[in-house]
């Protein structure tokens, strides 16, 4: 049994077409501007689905409004399913006086919530701020379906080493070599970007991150790649984190941009709904 908070509105048909059943819930604003939620039913298990992309702050506040209902209402056990959680880049203190944002997000959801499901979380080491289960999902299996046939026998890349698994887990999917850049510097004031021992001459290369903002990097790796003789080359994302006029930039620069519906955006080609209703 399934609440969607307004975050996540964009996958309630798709849960409802894969069998997952919906409790209907009210949401609206107070003429001044806080919120009113109302769950329409209740069951022992409940799963919450939210995605808390802007405006962040109000996604949350919501979640915790809809977890003290369905409290209030009988439910015994609820889980929270956030496709992508805010304030998850905000994981360490850099300056004096700051929080650590996303351990805060996290203790506070814990009030109300048992477990926590997040989509490829920057730092996957922060779910230890959540005292309950807490599971990092990947859409490696989605990714791969969505450009398998697309990449042929192709190669799979990280725009750095910090994001190899990534790269790995869909490569290992579709049974294709896998690699990372590193940069290399060149001189005092120039960085060049390189694949880490892989050929990508002639060959379709799909480069995977977890968030794509501004896009520079995707840009830079893909005109590298061509530059190296690269035949196609294909970005994916899990989150689709865009600033403004990043999906045209990167689009005029690859083959193909496809990011996961985490977050609705132009090109949210790849769902993890499917890998929701595992759970």
């Given at each position: 049994?399934?609440?969607?908070?307004?975050?996540?509105?964009?996958?309630?048909?798709?849960i409802?077409?894969?069998?997952?059943?919906?409790?209907?819930?009210?949401?609206?604003?107070?003429?001044?501007?806080?919120?009113?939620?109302?769950?329409?039913?209740?069951?022992?298990?409940?799963?919450?689905?939210?995605?808390?992309?802007?405006?962040?702050?109000?996604?949350?506040?919501e979640?915790?409004?809809?977890?003290?209902?369905?409290?209030?209402?009988?439910?015994?056990?609820?889980?929270?399913?956030v496709?992508?959680l805010?304030?998850?880049?905000?994981?360490?203190?850099?300056?004096?006086?700051?929080?650590?944002?996303?351990?805060?997000?996290?203790?506070?959801?814990?009030?109300?919530?048992?477990?926590?499901?997040?989509?490829?979380?920057?730092?996957p080491?922060?779910?230890?701020?959540?005292?309950?289960?807490?599971?990092?999902?990947?859409?490696?299996r989605?990714?791969?379906?969505?450009?398998?046939?697309?990449?042929?026998?192709?190669?799979?890349?990280?725009?750095?080493?910090?994001?190899?698994?990534?790269?790995?887990?869909?490569a290992?999917?579709?049974?294709?070599?896998?690699?990372?850049?590193?940069?290399?510097?060149?001189?005092?004031?120039?960085?060049?970007?390189?694949?880490?021992?892989?050929?990508?001459?002639?060959?379709?290369?799909?480069?995977?991150?977890?968030?794509?903002?501004?896009?520079?990097?995707?840009?830079?790796?893909?005109?590298?790649?061509?530059?190296?003789?690269?035949?196609?080359?294909?970005v994916?994302?899990?989150?689709?984190?865009?600033?403004?006029?990043?999906?045209?930039?990167?689009?005029?620069?690859?083959?193909?941009?496809?990011?996961?519906?985490?977050?609705?955006?132009?090109?949210?080609?790849?769902?993890?709904?499917?890998?929701?209703?595992?759970?």
């Amino acid at each position: 049994m399934f609440v969607v908070g307004s975050g996540a509105r964009h996958l309630e048909d798709e849960i409802k077409a894969l069998g997952g059943r919906i409790l209907d819930a009210e949401i609206k604003r107070f003429p001044d501007g806080e919120k009113y939620v109302r769950v329409l039913g209740s069951s022992e298990e409940v799963t919450l689905v939210q995605s808390t992309f802007k405006p962040q702050d109000e996604h949350l506040v919501e979640m915790i409004l809809l977890a003290d209902a369905l409290r209030e209402g009988g439910v015994q056990k609820l889980r929270a399913v956030v496709p992508y959680l805010a304030y998850s880049r905000q994981d360490r203190v850099t300056k004096e006086g700051e929080p650590v944002s996303v351990r805060a997000v996290m203790r506070t959801l814990a009030v109300y919530y048992d477990e926590l499901y997040v989509f490829d979380l920057h730092n996957p080491e922060t779910l230890k701020f959540f005292p309950g289960k807490a599971v990092n999902l990947s859409p490696a299996r989605a990714v791969a379906e969505y450009f398998g046939e697309k990449l042929g026998e192709g190669v799979v890349l990280a725009p750095d080493k910090g994001a190899l698994g990534r790269a790995k887990a869909v490569a290992e999917k579709l049974g294709l070599e896998y690699s990372h850049f590193h940069k290399v510097r060149v001189s005092p004031t120039e960085v060049r970007m390189e694949p880490v021992d892989v050929d990508v001459k002639g060959k379709n290369v799909l480069i995977v991150d977890d968030i794509i903002s501004t896009g520079g990097t995707m840009i830079r790796a893909a005109n590298l790649l061509r530059e190296m003789g690269a035949e196609k080359v294909f970005v994916a994302a899990t989150h689709g984190v865009f600033a403004e006029g990043a999906i045209e930039r990167v689009s005029k620069a690859v083959d193909e941009l496809a990011v996961t519906n985490t977050i609705p955006t132009p090109v949210s080609k790849i769902s993890v709904v499917p890998e929701i209703l595992k759970l």
